[in-house]
């Protein structure tokens, strides 16, 4: 998610509660943190932007972390909004809503089959034969053959007799 101009333009002219009050609302929203990450980055070259911490006593203890206290963390920004607090909370997070925010693993992809291969390949030499380039034609009549070459191998290894 790109910045929005609404955002870029309120850390240039410096409002910092505006800018902590949209990084809050990024944090809290958004279950990929995309949105918060992009934004706490732009806004570290604020000056002022991060409190000092004011040294409340912080909840060091996990299995005592429940909603009740993540909730606590965000109220607490906005008295005092430092860099220990926010990352406290992101570790709250992550303990209270494992499922929304814990370690994220990018998605499987499907293994490219023989027959997908052999398909673009003879899509390639087609589009190379149209726009009458011999060098295109040939690389997809090699990725064509490889295809097939896989295809087979695809087909052995479901049925090795």
Request: aromatic share 10%.
């Amino acid at each position: 998610m790109a910045l929005t101009p609404q955002f870029k333009d309120a850390v240039d002219a410096g409002e910092v509660s505006e800018v902590r009050s949209m990084i809050i609302d990024a944090l809290s929203s958004d279950p990929t943190w995309v949105d918060y990450l992009e934004k706490a980055d732009y806004a570290q070259q604020m000056e002022g932007f991060f409190d000092a911490d004011d040294g409340e006593v912080a909840e060091k203890d996990s299995s005592q972390w429940n909603e009740d206290y993540m909730n606590d963390l965000f109220a607490g920004l906005e008295s005092n909004f430092s860099k220990e607090r926010l990352e406290l909370l992101i570790k709250v997070i992550q303990h209270v809503r494992p499922k929304e925010h814990g370690v994220r693993e990018l998605p499987k992809r499907k293994k490219a089959s023989g027959r997908d291969i052999m398909f673009i390949g003879l899509m390639v030499a087609v589009a190379g034969f149209y726009v009458s380039q011999t060098s295109l034609m040939i690389a997809g009549v090699v990725v064509a053959v490889g295809g097939v070459a896989a295809f087979f191998i695809d087909q052995y290894r479901k049925d090795p007799q």
